[in-house]
């Protein structure tokens, strides 16, 4: 469905907000086909008729940066690309089949001008099956060093704005900016995916609202997303003013990836917060409906390349670095700590706790060096700055405080620094500590776990038996994503000075059959949980979330960035006025079950008396003498008699059946099998003693039963408070006639054998025993209560005592999942159904409101 709207950010990147030059060509077309080459470019939005692909299977991995390194040939002129071997996005292919292809879409660490840019996308097409970007160099720096790593890196590292010098505050420019961004990547996504058969994999924060843009074009892609940094919880999150936004982005993907269950938690909370959506799990797998659609959770951390890393221990040169370490530390123990240069790596409070160990331990001064490197930082501004200079400050005064001539307890190491020298630091060092005070992953504890294991090149470099056994020793901040899985490190608050320092003294003293237990530990689980298994399962959880992609009806609805789709039954489609109508016309012996609340009168109003024209529609309807029409709520009978009394021959069933009465003049019936009500003085002190602690809830009382409700309180805490009640009045219950459920924030106990569906069960045997058997039944509800009426008369038309079946219409509110074959769109188009209705059982009605005269006309 695409906007009209002149603020609809879909089309951001074809206005002149940022004056974004068109792609000089569309790339060569995917040839899905023998002899046939898709052109995607005239499909219309939704799903592409391209043929299937045969033949290999195709990834296509969608990032910021191309796993490509770029040099312009200053000699020739020529641009010259290599394949980035350290790249993850290379090392996941591991995880799959060599028939397997992988397409890249990303952009280059290079400007390409716009003259070349031509040639050089059709070169890395054919050379690397790399699709370039080529973002102009504004929309760049806005996009990545701006909203990226301005706004939102800091933002999903727990860094708020508060004031001008902590942070930069939201700025639209940039917004505006990623949304464009993201819609140049989706556009070189279009150009080389076959929708029907290829997966798109996206990676990380820099694209959360590409999958809105996929989406949009192709309703049944296969879409997954991993975030690679953490997931702030939602009391940060819910201060980004785009948060609605960035979170239907990644709900329009079939699959959403995280490092740790706490940053899944973290956005299941927004979800349910921002959204009012909940989750549940299904057969072990997170999965959170939107729309019709299951968008699947899964919480697994990267792990990392086994072979690279130990192709690069048996190079020459790192064995020639590791002798050279050792002979330059002589006689110390060597603690390291790899990171980058920027606030959230924790490095000026690392320094902290090593001047704390030397200070408490006079023993460790002489012996034990903390090598630190640090890497280029990845973006630029005055917190990057701020932190350099604290970090040499802080080495500084340890070095002069501690130091010797030949003895340095802090080296600082900041330069580019190869691969190879870095393995063989790891290889050397005794310890390793990372002290993030916020990292989404970090692979600095598993690279130092292989490095320890070795190979045969560094055994004979160190000097080591090939058989001897292998130790290490992590000291590893609680926040950082790989944590959870290294459950031998020694976990620390990297705020707590005291605690780290005490840390170290730990590993560094520790006997070696521990470390060695340690070491073993650490080595299966990052031995087996490697970059291929990573990726593999990532896949494999994909396809398994996509499986039902054409078993459902898909449509697009909503503007801009609200844009998602709704996935339903083929069999569920809209209730028309015309059909239901001719039906109506043809029948004669008609029963018509309606809901109140939802259906009759919005659940949003707050006035819940019905309108002058549902009061008419329903006297109307009511007494033409071919129709037994019900109001079934769960109401109470007080409200609903009054709330109706204008409609005599009007049936009702309040409080979902409990009392039932058949006209205005009948006396009201209570359901036989529930007539002890005792169990009521159980519940209702157990209720009360929830409502006292759960802020924002409390209790509804009616005749038969007693209902908690916990939409006033907070989201999290009232639905676990709903869950400890539903289990704590079920064991209370056991024995007594009565049922406990639990529904849309509430928690309700009524009597047994109480339902709307044995309602409209009841009301069409009585049809059936009078001798008018019904030829027409219509039902329309809006909640799961009402899903009992709709399966009921399903049931019920198909026993033997109804020999013809009628035509059934079980209508619910709302395009959602249901039992019911028919929806409407929301009350008002209830209200114009049964008008069309009323009009044709009474042509002329005396007692029609003018609106109704004039809806007359116009059918």
């Not at 019920?796 to 059934?808: D, G, N, R």
Request: hydrophobic letters at 35%; aromatic letters at 8%; one cysteine or more.
């Amino acid at each position: 469905m695409a906007s009209r709207s002149c603020a609809n950010f879909l089309h951001l990147a074809s206005g002149n907000l940022l004056d974004i030059p068109q792609t000089p060509r569309a790339l060569p077309r995917v040839m899905t086909v023998p002899g046939i080459i898709s052109d995607l470019d005239d499909s219309n939005d939704g799903d592409s008729d391209v043929g299937s692909s045969i033949g290999r299977e195709r990834k296509i991995i969608v990032a910021n940066m191309l796993p490509l390194h770029a040099r312009k040939d200053s000699e020739s002129g020529k641009w010259c690309f290599t394949l980035d071997k350290d790249s993850l996005l290379l090392h996941l292919k591991d995880g799959f089949s060599s028939e397997t292809e992988f397409i890249y879409v990303g952009s280059l660490k290079a400007d390409v001008d716009t003259s070349e840019q031509e040639e050089v996308a059709q070169q890395l097409l054919e050379d690397f099956n790399c699709v370039p970007t080529f973002l102009p160099h504004d929309l760049q720096r806005k996009f990545y060093l701006g909203f990226c790593k301005q706004q939102l890196w800091p933002l999903f590292h727990y860094m708020l704005p508060v004031c001008p010098d902590h942070g930069d505050r939201f700025d639209r420019s940039l917004w505006q900016a990623y949304v464009s961004a993201n819609k140049i990547f989706s556009d070189k996504v279009i150009e080389v995916i076959n929708p029907e058969d290829d997966c798109v994999w996206v990676q990380d924060y820099h694209l959360m609202v590409l999958p809105t843009f996929l989406r949009k074009r192709y309703n049944r892609v296969k879409l997954g997303f991993f975030l690679h940094s953490p997931f702030p919880s939602s009391e940060i999150y819910r201060t980004l003013p785009v948060r609605d936004e960035l979170l239907r982005g990644l709900l329009n993907c079939d699959l959403i990836g995280f490092q740790t269950f706490d940053y899944a938690r973290h956005f299941l909370s927004c979800c349910s917060r921002m959204l009012g959506l909940d989750y549940e799990s299904k057969r072990g797998h997170i999965g959170l409906d939107y729309f019709g659609r299951t968008v699947y959770i899964k919480i697994l951390p990267v792990g990392i390349h086994m072979g690279r890393l130990e192709s690069v221990l048996n190079l020459p040169s790192t064995s020639a670095k590791v002798k050279e370490i050792k002979d330059h530390f002589n006689g110390k123990k060597i603690i390291l700590g790899i990171d980058d240069m920027d606030i959230f790596k924790g490095i000026s409070l690392k320094l902290m706790a090593m001047e704390h160990l030397l200070q408490q331990h006079p023993k460790f001064r002489g012996k034990v060096v903390l090598v630190q490197i640090v890497n280029p930082a990845r973006g630029s501004g005055k917190d990057v700055e701020e932190a350099r200079n604290e970090t040499y400050s802080t080495a500084r005064r340890i070095n002069e405080a501690y130091g010797t001539p030949d003895y340095e307890p802090v080296v600082l190491i900041d330069r580019p620094v190869p691969r190879y020298e870095k393995s063989a630091y790891y290889a050397a060092a005794e310890c390793c500590i990372v002290n993030a005070v916020r990292d989404g992953m970090n692979l600095v504890p598993y690279k130092y776990i292989v490095c320890r294991q070795g190979t045969f090149q560094m055994d004979k470099a160190m000097g080591v038996k090939s058989d001897a056994p292998r130790t290490s020793m992590l000291v590893v901040s609680e926040f950082i994503g790989c944590s959870p899985s290294l459950s031998g490190a020694i976990r620390v608050n990297p705020w707590d000075i005291d605690a780290v320092a005490d840390a170290l003294s730990s590993a560094i003293t520790m006997n070696d059959p521990e470390k060695q237990l340690r070491h073993e530990k650490h080595y299966r689980y990052v031995s087996t949980h490697d970059v291929a298994y990573w990726a593999r399962s990532f896949m494999q959880d994909l396809e398994r979330a996509c499986q039902d992609h054409y078993s459902k009806r898909c449509w697009g609805i909503g503007w801009g960035l609200a844009f998602r789709v709704v996935s339903l039954s083929p069999s569920f489609r809209r209730l028309s006025v015309d059909h239901i109508v001719s039906a109506y016309k043809r029948t004669n012996r008609r029963a018509i079950f309606l809901d109140y609340d939802g259906t009759l009168v919005p659940q949003t109003s707050i006035i819940k008396t019905p309108s002058p024209e549902v009061i008419s529609v329903l006297r109307t309807l009511s007494s033409d003498p071919n129709n037994t029409v019900f109001i079934v709520s769960g109401r109470g009978r007080s409200s609903l008699s009054e709330w109706l009394d204008p409609c005599e021959a009007l049936g009702i069933a309040a409080e979902h059946g409990y009392f039932i009465r058949w006209d205005k003049n009948s006396e009201w019936e209570i359901t036989s099998v529930a007539a002890d009500l005792d169990w009521k003085n159980i519940v209702e002190p157990v209720m009360r003693l929830y409502t006292e602690a759960t802020d924002g809830s409390n209790i509804e009382v009616k005749e038969s039963a007693l209902v908690w409700h916990h939409q006033d309180a907070d989201p999290d805490f009232g639905s676990c408070q709903a869950k400890e009640l539903l289990d704590h009045l079920e064991n209370v219950l056991a024995n007594e006639p009565a049922v406990v459920k639990r529904g849309q924030h509430i928690v309700e106990v009524k009597p047994q054998g109480v339902s709307k569906g044995l309602v409209a069960k009841k009301v069409l045997l009585r049809k059936v025993e009078s001798g008018r058997r019904p030829d027409f039944v219509m039902c329309i509800g809006d909640d799961r209560s009402d899903e009992d009426m709709f399966e009921s008369i399903l049931s019920t038309v198909s026993s033997p005592s109804l020999p013809e079946a009628p035509e059934i219409f079980a209508c619910t509110v709302g395009r959602k999942p249901s039992k019911a074959k028919y929806y409407l769109d929301d009350t008002g188009d209830v209200v114009k159904l049964l008008q069309g209705l009323a009009t044709a059982s009474n042509p002329k009605p005396k007692h029609l409101t003018h609106s109704q005269v004039s809806f007359e006309s116009a059918i």
